[in-house]
């Protein structure tokens, strides 16, 4: 059976699982926080400890899609509203109820050296296993000089950190804002300020929408609203660049604790994959509760014990090299979209992308005889929807009829005019088709033999540069 | 005149209340959401007015309502009652490429239902182009589908059209011939009160019986369009069909929705087994019946009935008596209702009796529903039109007859088939109309 357990994660935090809660409204307490650790929970970022402020009403806010609710989530909620006091003393009771679960202490603090020192001291006292520096929060605080304030100044973020690992004796994270240009430049300052590990990402700048009544952004707080924080699903594809951008720097990388959309194992593996060393979940739980971990430990586990993994090391970084510039990509790898003729419904969605939004090789000329060619030699998406639209179809009323309206179209599910084909000869292998594609592996990117060798942007241009001035782009 | 006319009636709306209740808003955001938005959407080539499915689920889907309702009326005007009459399982939602994926298929009809019912909600009109800018003057016999389809689009366009209808309100099976619990007249009405604001003129009360009233009709439009339906309900041809105690389906049908005929007692048998049929054993039983046969010469496979009409006339409480045929209805002793039937058996696809299978039926009703006869009689002596088959001989794609001045569409001219054939009928014709007198005129 594959182990999950964290153990030594920068430095000294051990945890049962890698999936802890993000410093967040989940975390808000410890009574929460106990019940979270009994769902399944490794470990708990408290909701950020310091001088207690006043939240405003509404809070949170949603981007739905296509009727799905809370693809990507924002809050204009600030830090802890309840003082610092009773944070700590249920901190050093949950500790003392869950000993082997990792309890961090997200903090901020205005920027002097005495407070933070002082708030480090009283987490450790409460048996904080490691310390989580708030230098991301992006709204409200930051207009205090705290939070993304900090975290956007390289200079700041490694001044903070200095003045906190002076103090702390247990592994110092600093939490990362990704609203900057390069998150590996304050990555960069935190490890020279002493920062045993990371946390990333923090919440995106965002607006996640206008009343189209009233005129007014949401959340709406009065008639006005402010820049949220946006995570949940939506944001998974940039924390997971960020996270990439920082573990293959070696001068940012350190442990890291991934953030960003996750729900399932299956993103927390993809973040591991890449370099993380736990997961942080917010959002998913906020949507459905604690007890989704129970799915996150099992599928991961069960994943692993598929894949031969023993541990989270086993796999950890795995694809973080995989990630490269674009100079270094094989430009002489091919492939070619191919449609299965077998599962293919008839859609005919890959058609009108191609044509629409890629490179005009999608044909819906199988019954009509296939032709190879530049785009000048097919009928339009036009031409084709001219013709169905000018044929006559009657209701089949009798059962002969119906017989005949709906007896197998062919040998195939789908009748076999309405089944694209690709003109392999025009494919560029850009994926576009595949993946508007509503059916599991009906159109599949096929390798092509080029019989030429594998040749990289760089190798070919290399010494290009001494003929002629390079071009901007 | 108005068209909405008709008393709202407390008891039959209970007792024919919908079969399918609307979609809640957010139900209809999400069923919208499912659609794949396929290209040259099979669902669209499906629909015999190829209403732009996809086109008007997406609208549905981002909240243009208005929008969706357009586009589906701009295709067909009778896309509302079509929502509720049409046999989707043959038509667009059986076409949905989501079948071939073993997932349910859009519901595409509760949609274009939700679509439809909002912009009546809205109380908003249809745009309509200037009255009189072409100078076309049509008129349609018959305010069935097919004609106001036809009128419709004319008047969309600016021509003039007047529809001549002999009874006292329009919508022919529409609003007369379609069970309730699918259609109820009064929507039928009020979809038809958005064709009457268009433009569209009614004369009602008006019977087109002989050559006369068709020379007339000649002397004052350029084109005149048939949409006259089918003819009487055919007749058993048995003895004791004059009766009191016999009615025939579309009879029926129409009493029971204009509120003429409000209760039924003991036992009807309906003979036949068409969708009428079953529209007439269903309204039957709704109509207080306890025992309602459906008496059909073949068997159980042989229906015309669609089978999700079959499947509701058994959860209705319809009873089925297979192979069987009536003799002769007659009055018993103490002056009861008899229906002598008699067990047959398919030889060399002919029905033979089978000896001592006799047997008599005590009931209250009899109620034939074998098909309706061709009408088309008078316009092959009157107009000059080809007839086939009891049927006026058309060209599909531009409704023309035999005689140029003459067009055809609906029942009277593709044999008796759905709202949406016929609505696709007329359309076509208005189109041709449209084409012909913009090349004269120029």
Known sequence: MPDIHIRGFAGSINAPNPFWLASAPPTNCGEQIMRAFDAGWGGAVWKTIGEPITNVSSRYSSADWQGLRMMGFNNIELISDRSIEINLREMAEVKKRYPYHAVIASLMVESKREAWHEIVARAEDAGADGLELNFGCPHGMSERGMGSAVGQVPEYAEM????????????????????????????????????????????????????????EPRPNVDGKSSHGGYCGPAVKPIALNMVQQVMADPESALPLSAIGGIETWRDAAEFILLGAGTVQVCTAVMHYGYRIVEDMAEGLVGWMRSKGFASIDDFRGLSLHRVTDWKNLNLNYKIVARIDEKKCIGCDLCHIACWDGAHQCIHLDRASGPVNGHVELHPTPADNEARTRDSITVTPVTRQERAAAFSKPGPYLAPIARIPRVDETECVGCNLCSLVCPVDQCITMVRVDTGLAPETWEERTRGAACVTQPQRS | MSTLTLPDD?????????????????????????????????CTTACPTHIDVPGFIKRIASGNLRGSALRILDANILGGSCSRACPVDVLCEGACVL??????????????????????????????????????????????????????????????????????????????????????????????????????????????????????????????????????????????????????????????????????????????????AIDAANAARRLGAETVYLLYRRGESDISAFNFEYEHAKQEGVQFLWRRQPAAIRRGDHGQLLLDTVQVREVDKKLLPIPDSQFTIACNLVVPAIGQSPIAQLMREACRIEIKDGGIVTDRATGRTSNPRYFAGGDCANGGREVVDAVADGKRSALTMLKIAEAVYA
């Not at chain 1, 690992?165 to 960069?188: F, G, H, M, Q, S």
């Not at chain 2, 209970?14 to 396929?38: D, G, H, M, V, W």
């Open chain 2, 10 to 42: 407390p008891q039959l709306r209970e007792r024919f209340s919908e079969l399918k209740r609307p979609l809640t808003p957010q139900a209809a955001t999400i069923e919208a959401n499912r659609c794949l938005y396929c290209f040259d959407a099979p």
């Open chain 1, 160 to 215: 903070i950190t200095g003045w906190v690992k002076e103090k702390a004796r247990t592994p110092v994270l600093v939490k990362l804002t990704p609203n900057i240009t390069d998150i590996r430049t304050v990555a960069r300052a935190a490890r020279r300020g002493g920062a045993d590990g990371l946390s990333a990402i923090n919440t995106i700048n965002s607006i996640t929408g206008i009343d189209l009544d009233t005129f």
């Open chain 2, 99 to 276: 079948h071939r994926q073993g997932r349910h298929p859009i519901r595409i009809a509760q949609l274009q239902r939700h679509a439809i019912d909002s912009f009546h909600a809205s109380g908003e009109e249809l745009l309509k182009a200037p009255p009189a800018s072409r100078m076309v003057r049509v008129a349609c016999i018959g305010a069935g589908p097919a004609s106001l389809a036809c009128a419709a689009e004319l008047c969309r366009q600016g021509a003039s059209a007047t529809i001549l209808e002999r009874r006292a309100l329009p919508g022919g099976l529409n609003t007369y011939g379609v069970a309730e619990y699918k259609l109820r007249a009064a929507d039928s009405l009020r979809e038809i009160e958005l064709i009457r604001q268009m433009g569209v003129q009614f004369r009602f009360g008006a019977s087109m019986d002989t050559a006369d009233d068709l020379r007339a009709l000649e002397d004052e439009f350029d084109f005149i369009f048939l949409g006259i339906g089918l003819g009487a309900m055919q007749r058993l041809n048995i003895p004791g069909e004059e009766s009191d105690g016999v009615m025939n389906a579309l009879e029926l049908i129409a009493e029971y929705k204009t509120g003429r005929l409000r209760e039924l007692t003991g036992t009807v048998v309906v003979v036949g087994a068409g969708n009428t």
